[in-house]
């Protein structure tokens, strides 16, 4: 049985669009720029598509050092911003929650965050999350005391080709692996062989897979329109609902960091 990387994502603004890679860097908090910045509202909680969907409608690209972002209507480029990837960031410090965790983090640029605030129809700020800042893993999961960006709980999250295919199969209307936010996609193997999964080496890197990845309303957002819907939340959960969560995909975190590139040979075990 061969697996093979076939798409490698990173989201480098919590719950905005993604950018399909060739190659990344695998770094301990995550693929390199994946999730170090996001929005938060006035209050300083994290702002993600489950109560504000029409963040998917802001595409980000990366070009050289920079990052732009684009807001899109049908397909269509109605503004865009950019910064420096690596900064300096404009705005004061300040912490912000994701969940249950308080992070350090200072807003990139009062000027970014206005033209956010613009075309979301509500104040908010885009702020920045220091590589060196802590935000550790679940102790629960963590395996050598891992740190994560800002993505929701763990570093990377991996999904088989077979595994959507299979639900594909289930649904009147197939849906993209987009839903899902995968950090990695491979072909080759078994639907959800990636539950099996505990150490697994991609290319040069090794992860350990310690969670299976349950699944919110964001599956059910078209990440084209920004538009909710009832699947593919509602067939998964006939048939991959364990308690009162649904799953789909695996968590990992990384033993080692470096380079991983579309092709690698992916080897469990």
Known sequence: M????????????????GIRLEKAVAKKKGLQHDRRWML?????????????????LFKPSIDGDRISISYTRSGKIISSNRYDLSGPWKGE??????????????????GVSEWF???????????????ENPRPVDV???VNSENVSLADAYPFLVIGQSSLDDLNQRLTDAVPMNR???????????????????????????FV?????DRCVITTIDQDTGEKESEPLRTLSNYRKVGNKVYFGHNMVALNEG???????????
Not at 6 to 13: H, L, Q, T
Not at 93 to 104: F, M, S, Y
Not at 259 to 269: F, K, S, T
């Open 93 to 110: 410090r300040t912490t912000a929650r994701i969940w249950d965790d308080l992070v350090e983090v200072k807003e990139v640029d009062p």
């Open 140 to 142: 629960r999961y963590s």
């Open 40 to 56: 938060i509202d006035n209050t300083n909680v994290a702002m993600t598509q489950r109560v504000y969907p029409e963040m998917a």
């Open 180 to 206: 899902f936010r995968p950090n990695f996609v491979f072909t080759g193997g078994t639907p959800f062989l990636e539950d099996q999964w505990r150490n697994v080496s991609i290319g040069g890197v090794r």
């Open 259 to 269: 380079e991983v590139c579309l092709g690698d040979g992916i080897i469990p075990g």
């Open 209 to 213: 897979a310690v969670k299976r990845s």
């Open 117 to 131: 605030s613009a075309y979301l129809g509500t104040s908010c700020k885009l702020i920045a999350f220091p590589e």
């Open 2 to 17: 061969t697996l093979a990387l076939s798409e490698i994502w990173i989201y480098p603004i919590k719950s905005l669009g």
